[in-house]
């Protein structure tokens, strides 16, 4: 991983400044400066799921040759999920939905319905607190635990595929996932629709990036997404794109059982 090669750089680089210090005066504002250097390495590295920096996370799949693509769908379940259900099934379209597991409580039907309609189902954590990034090892496996227990009940499968709240990755994560298993799915189109209303801006966003194997981060949450959805699955038709479950593009297992 990348996380063990930045920190063996920074502390050779930091080794042999000390080293040198013995034999030369070496200002201490050359190890705050790598110190520093090292701790904006690890943002940049926990912010993009994609540099791969704490896990591996699986955003794409390069090697695709046909024109098929994933589109994910998290935060869900909640009463909006049924509006994206209905677009897809009327374009005959599979998704996969990253799901929270106090919303799957709140929501059990809606889960259920994913299921049923064909969907594939994914962990993304129980609580999505503004604070997970901050919780410990323990607690992130709690929480990834409790999550596949509720889809395990309802569904009668239990997930493999974990995309971490606000795609960020951490040692917390990193060693969670060790006991738990899961593999991280990323993704390698940001829709924005979690931001932006604009859906004409947001459409335009994905089909400027649209390539064979890519992966689009969308939310079953936003009444946005909605219009963005039928718009984007009649351009894809139309570009003669198939949209396939993830695990199928990225030629995963998705369940364990
Ligand atoms: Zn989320």
Redesign the pocket.
């Known amino acids: 991983m990348k996380h063990l090669i930045a920190r063996i750089f920074f502390l050779s680089v930091l080794g042999l400044l000390a080293l040198w210090s013995f034999f030369a005066p070496v200002s201490g504002w050359y190890f705050v400066f790598i110190l520093l250097l090292w701790f904006v390495t690890n943002i940049i590295g926990s912010s993009f799921i994609q540099y791969n920096y704490h896990v591996k996370a699986y955003c794409s799949n390069p090697s695709e040759k046909d024109q098929k693509i994933a589109l994910t769908f ?2 869900g379940p909640n009463e909006n999920t049924l509006q994206i259900l209905e677009i897809l099934k009327t374009h005959n379209a599979k998704a996969t939905f990253f799901c929270i597991g106090k919303n799957i409580e709140k929501h059990p039907d809606i889960l259920r319905k994913i299921a049923q309609d064909g969907h594939e189902i994914g962990n ?1 954590s129980y609580s ?1 607190s503004d604070f997970f990034d901050f919780y410990r090892k323990d607690r992130v496996t709690k929480e990834l635990k409790e999550t596949d227990n509720l889809i395990e009940e309802i569904t009668g499968k239990k997930p493999t595929f974990f995309r971490p ?2 795609g960020v990755t951490n040692p917390s994560i990193r060693r969670a996932l060790a006991i738990t298993k899961h593999k991280v799915i990323g993704w390698n189109i940001r829709s924005m629709d979690g931001i932006s209303k604009n859906t004409q801006a947001i459409f335009n966003r994905i089909v400027r990036q649209l390539s064979p194997g890519s992966v689009v981060l969308l939310h079953d949450t936003r009444l946005e997404t909605n219009v963005v959805l039928e718009q984007l699955l009649l351009s894809l038709a139309e570009k003669n794109y198939e949209v396939v479950p993830t695990a199928q593009l990225l030629n995963l297992k998705a369940y364990e059982n």
């Open positions: 998290d935060d993304h999505h709240p606000y």
